[in-house]
């Protein structure tokens, strides 16, 4: 199946540091996701891309949909605590509307006040 | 905003026990989704749900599961003879339709003894 690659595994930062992370695929995706994750909650949607070069923002938070829509990544700038959890690139590649994601494992935040 | 629902949070069953899990999607969502996540890996599809019907299913989604939309509101998963692999998160999603993304339910953890 698909598989996405996803980097750093994870990340320990200061307060007010901008941090950056990436997925990649062998193949092309249709759309590019990035949830958010936090401990004994569900993945909530950050930010959703649809275009190939599409660059999107969310608050502190910043996405781009790579021009061979091969790769995606995700910035946050001046991090704070609460950005703490798990990071999951997420994508649908293919026809049809079923619209099934294939997830990265994802990059675990830490910040340090 | 509206939101994915889901119960119980925690279930413990002894394994072989049959097991359902239950979703509200969100109100005016069309297509239904379960993924799974063992602990300390990253989301898996298993199931995908639209118009009373699967339209695609993982390798996962083996004939121990079920998946059912009984009324207008709630979206079950089945998991007739439980085994101790199954022990993971259970995540229900829903999303709107045309490229609308998926949003995600808060997961039932399912411990099997």
């Known amino acids: 199946g698909q598989q996405l690659n996803q980097s750093p595994q994870s990340m320990f930062i200061q307060e007010g540091e901008d941090v950056s992370m990436n997925c990649t695929s062998s193949?092309?995706?249709?759309?590019w996701l990035w949830y958010k994750q936090e401990p004994g909650e569900g993945p909530v949607l950050l930010i959703a891309?649809?275009?190939?070069?599409e660059l999107t923002s969310n608050g502190r938070l910043t996405a781009q949909f790579g021009i061979t829509r091969k790769d995606s990544f995700l910035n946050i700038s001046a991090s704070i605590p609460s950005d703490v959890g798990i990071y999951f690139c997420?994508?649908?590649f293919g026809g049809g509307s079923n619209y099934k994601l294939t997830f990265g494992k994802g990059t675990l935040l830490t910040v340090n006040p | 905003e509206p939101e994915v629902t889901q119960t119980p949070s925690h279930q413990v069953t002894q394994m072989g026990q049959e097991v359902i899990l239950r979703c509200v999607p969100i109100?005016?969502?069309?297509?239904f989704y379960w993924y799974r996540q063992i602990l300390g890996q990253k989301v898996e599809f298993l199931v995908s749900?639209?118009?009373?019907?699967?339209?695609?299913k993982s390798e996962i989604f083996d004939d121990q599961f079920s998946v059912e939309r009984p009324d207008g509101s709630n979206f079950t998963l089945k998991i007739r003879s439980t085994k101790l692999e199954d022990s993971a998160m259970y995540f229900c999603?829903?999303?709107?339709?045309?490229?609308?993304?998926?949003?995600f339910g808060d997961g039932t953890r399912l411990s099997i003894l």
């Open positions: 999603a829903s999303r709107q339709g045309g490229n609308q993304p998926q949003h």
């Open positions: 193949s092309i995706f249709n759309t």
């Open positions: 891309l649809y275009k190939a070069g």
């Open positions: 997420a994508g649908h």
């Open positions: 109100s005016n969502h069309l297509y």
């Open positions: 749900f639209y118009n009373n019907e699967i339209s695609e």
